[in-house]
RNA sequence: GCGCCCAUAGCUCAACUGGUAGAGCAACUGACUCUUAAUCAGUAGGUUCCAGGUUCGAAUCCUGGUGGGCGUACCA
């Protein structure tokens, strides 16, 4: 499958296939004519989009609108119908595409020589006038044109008629490698990351008209923290030390939070060194947001707010498909406790359990192997029975301790912290809790997680020292919230899988 | 990590119980001044993912490998 055209040797051309020859050989052609293949710039003015939508009421045959104008569009050929004299071929460009009338008469004998050594690929610009053929389709008559980049290497061909739609280009190993030809041949490929665009930006104005502070912290770290997860190292030579790959931004943020700013939030990759499925790419993007004096009840309302917003301005409505399943973020979301939920899955509360009836109950829900903390059985009861069940959006909140080192203890109770998790369509989108600001408190954390790290939890985060000492000076109380930005454009467009979402997703080499 | 499935022309796919690889589109040559999956006539195009093995003979069967898909595990 991989590199066979990877490997073809462009200087043999022996070994070329023919399509490559054909190409190559015409390239020398238009050399021959004393055309540049691959000049410096074109003078762009127009997009198709905007053509094609200021003709829209223009009737049929010859528009008078259009005589005497000039249009100059530039984008890739994505078909050719040439004949002996006149020629049709259609030019897209990033908004959209447009049907090109290339007629001898206009373009001359050498023009029109040149276009017949152009191929499904090329770049172009072209100027010209705007009229209906006869069968109704707006298109340029074009009066001059210009190569702007020669495709040498055959993109996939896609042909539709009627909505019908021959030999996509569909192989998902072959999209994901070579994605610039996906987003060439499949248009609502490009659709998807120009709404993940528009979900960034919806996320910043959100912040930014209620004074967030847009920070950056580092990637290469000396120690890792912020979640439970197993990191990636790096040499850093200078140093002669190990280093590692962020698995969160947490812990830096907080510091901010010491430090003066109140309201702060980073967007950024996080590295999470673990398997990959359709729900887990080993690099994603996380939104994280801190806001001082304010707690997870208040987080609670501002996501909220900002998920409702981001649906409405991605998508144009307040209720999406997703996998078949109508999700309405009109309304309030559900607000459910983590007890609550185990409580309707068992009948029991299992609050109230010993480890031993608490592994019973695992054993009747089909936990195979329940010989863990309790923290890890309500986790796992959760992960397999209520969470994919989640399809409207719904806050659950009030976690286990045990599950949370980083999460403020429950102002009603010791067994619980502030924590909530916000789902939708199945999928976990934020994390968020009333951050532990008590250092004294932190510690016993850190060192609880610091002894499942030595009984063989290679998930659980060593302590940190220096951050510590930063909680020493004094945070103010806060809440703090992630958001899994790749899951929420899964969301938003209708993906099942991350790798939908991702440019360029994970792949082995 | 484990299980199941898949890999054939640039793209999408075919090839029966093993018999020596084929189609549409794309490409090439020619014709054609309103075509649109353009049409018509003709031509060419393959390391059947890789390496071994079985066999007179392998795209097909076996072993190993590579890459991918789906499921499962792991995963705040």
Redesign the pocket.
């Known amino acids: 499958?991989?590199d066979?055209?990877v490997?073809l040797p462009t200087d043999n051309q022996e070994d070329l296939?023919?399509?490559?020859?054909?190409?190559r050989?015409?390239l020398a052609k238009l050399r021959e004519l004393g055309v540049n293949p691959y000049p410096y710039r074109f003078e762009v003015r127009h997009r198709i989009a905007e053509i094609l939508e200021r003709f829209d009421d223009v009737c049929e045959?010859?528009s008078a609108a259009g005589v005497g104008e000039h249009f100059s569009i530039a984008g890739r050929i994505i078909?050719?119908?040439?004949?002996?004299?006149?020629?049709?071929?259609?030019l897209r460009d990033d908004s959209g595409q447009m049907?090109l009338?290339v007629?001898?008469?206009i373009v001359g004998e050498r023009g029109y020589e040149i276009f017949?050594?152009l191929?499904?690929g090329d770049i172009i610009g072209a100027v010209g006038t705007v009229?209906?053929?006869?069968?109704?389709?707006k298109?340029l008559?074009v009066q001059s044109f210009e190569l702007l980049s020669k495709n040498l290497?055959?993109?996939?061909?896609?042909?539709?008629?009627?909505d019908?739609v021959?030999?996509?280009?569909?192989?998902?190993?072959?999209?994901?490698?070579e994605r610039h030809?996906d987003l060439t041949v499949n248009l609502e490929v490009r659709e998807i990351f120009e709404k993940r665009a528009l979900l960034l930006c919806t996320l910043r104005r959100f912040l930014e008209e209620r004074s967030f502070l847009e920070v950056e912290t580092p990637i290469l770290q000396p120690l890792y923290g912020?979640?439970?997860?197993?990191p990636f190292t790096t040499e850093y030579h200078a140093l002669e030390r190990t280093f590692f790959l962020r698995i969160?931004d947490?812990l830096y943020l907080k510091r901010l939070l010491v430090g003066g700013f109140p309201k702060v939030y980073e967007i950024s990759k996080v590295f999470?060194n673990?398997?990959?499925?359709?729900?887990?790419n080993p690099e994603f993007t996380m939104l994280e947001f801190y806001e001082a004096y304010t707690d997870y009840h208040d987080a609670m309302d501002l996501t909220e707010d900002m998920l409702r917003e981001c649906v409405s301005k991605v998508t144009g409505g307040f209720v999406i498909r997703y996998q078949d399943a109508a999700i309405n973020f009109e309304v309030a979301f559900r607000r459910v406790p983590f007890f609550d939920l185990l409580h309707e899955l068992t009948g029991e509360d299992l609050l109230e359990k010993s480890l031993e009836e608490l592994q019973k109950i695992a054993r009747l829900h089909g936990v195979?192997e329940p010989a863990m903390s309790d923290g890890?059985i309500y986790?796992?009861l959760m992960?397999?029975h209520i969470f994919p069940k989640l399809a409207q959006p719904t806050i659950v909140y009030d976690y286990p301790l045990s599950?949370?080192?980083?999460?403020k203890k429950h102002r009603n109770g010791a067994r619980l912290v502030e924590?909530f998790?916000v789902f939708a369509g199945g999928l976990?989108l934020c994390?968020a809790?009333s951050e532990l600001n008590d250092p004294l408190d932190q510690r016993v954390r850190f060192e609880a997680q610091q002894r499942f790290r030595v009984e063989g939890?290679e998930?659980a985060?060593p302590i940190d020292e220096d951050f510590l000492r930063a909680l020493e000076y004094g945070m103010p109380p806060a809440s703090g919230v992630?958001i899994?930005i790749d899951r929420v454009t899964m969301l938003l467009t209708d993906q099942?899988?991350i790798?939908e979402v991702i440019l360029f997703?994970?792949?082995?080499?």
């Open positions: 499958m991989k066979n055209h490997t296939n023919q399509i490559l020859r054909a190409r050989a015409k045959k010859e078909t050719i119908r040439a004949m002996g004299k006149a020629s049709f071929c259609h049907q009338y007629k001898k008469d017949h050594l191929d499904i009229f209906r053929t006869h069968t109704g389709e298109t008559r290497y055959p993109l996939p061909i896609v042909k539709e008629r009627e019908q021959f030999d996509a280009f569909t192989d998902k190993e072959a999209r994901y490698r030809v912020g979640a439970l997860a197993r969160a947490e999470r673990e398997g990959m499925d359709r729900s887990h195979e890890k986790d796992e992960k397999t599950l949370s080192p980083l999460a924590r998790q976990e994390n809790f939890d998930e985060p992630g899994g099942a899988s790798r997703p994970a792949l082995r080499t």
